[in-house]
């Protein structure tokens, strides 16, 4: 039959369908993550360890949320990516101020505390943007995977519960 499609071929017609799924998901995600940043926005130490708490300011961690605006104005995933770094860069540097030994247990949550200050509207879509698109170093990777556990740590603070480490730098 002429004009007939075979079982592992798509239409223009699914692939507008399957697109237009992600992009109405990717939406969902972003509106999610936005309003849960808005509700975490005025509480600074929620996430971050005590001892980081105690040690910095509100403001500490201002440079690194200003950095992060860079992934609303640049135009590639590559420029993204730079926005994402360089933020790491700013906010490994208030932890290592304030602590002996750099960890996870405590620059995973800093960075989950700067999200909400970043006030960033597509923070899902730009992270996928970031790791589908982006070409990066072995190390770059590293920091976009903590980057994304980071914002997946900021999901789920409240400003109530807050964030309690458990592992072995836990004060």
Known sequence: EEGAVGDNQLTTGDI?????????????????????????????????????????S?????????????????????????????????????????????????????????LPRAALRRLASDVCSVTNFSWREDFEDMWLFHFVASAGLMAQLSTSAGYHPSGPMAQ
Request: proline share 5%; with cysteine; glycine share 8%.
């Open 58 to 114: 509100s403001h500490s961690y201002a440079i690194a949320a200003q950095l992060l605006g860079g992934l609303r104005t640049a135009p590639t995933p590559q420029g993204r990516l730079r926005a994402v770094l360089r933020a790491w860069d700013a906010v490994l540097g208030v932890v290592a101020l304030c602590t002996d030994s750099l960890s996870a247990d405590d620059f995973l949550p800093a960075m989950a505390s700067v």
């Open 16 to 56: 507008q369908r399957t697109s237009m799924y992600w992009v109405e998901a990717a939406r969902g995600q972003d509106a999610n993550l936005l309003a849960r940043a808005e509700r975490l926005k005025h509480a600074p130490a929620v996430g971050l360890p005590s001892g980081l708490a105690v040690l910095s």
